[in-house]
């Protein structure tokens, strides 16, 4: 296929389904626009396995999760595997609170994401369970092997 991935995006304009709490959701929907994608925020349970269901991609935004947002990512990523609708899994927080961790570990088991989305940190705490972080920033530094697995550096 000719062009670079932004320019197949705008001949595209794929419909993105966002789950997001409220910080991020007028960012994502701006940043999607803005390259040529049709960003929708539907997170009632109610409506969105419907709204997955036509969607090119789906993002799953920790942010501001819910019992009710924890039931409707669930519903989305259960509609994106049976539709083989690829999604981004943004791990936010999960290094501060075993809910965000176990939440995460069991989307991934369900349908492995195409694009796991984190900070240092974030993504340490997919790794060791007894990582712990105190907010969405992370001071942890870590080194890359092309050959080896992840090492943190303290």
Known sequence: MDGTILQRVKVASPLIHCLSGSVTSLFLADSLLAIGA???????PREVGEITKTAAALLINLGTITGESQ???RIAVEKAKEEQIPYVLDCVGIGCSTL????VQELIKLYPPAVLKGNRGEIMALLDKDHR??????TTELALSPRGPLKCIN
């Open 100 to 103: 965000r961790r176990e939440f």
């Open 133 to 138: 972080t105190s907010g969405i920033d992370s």
């Open 38 to 44: 049709r960003p929708i925020m539907a997170c009632d």
């Open 71 to 73: 039931e409707s990512m």
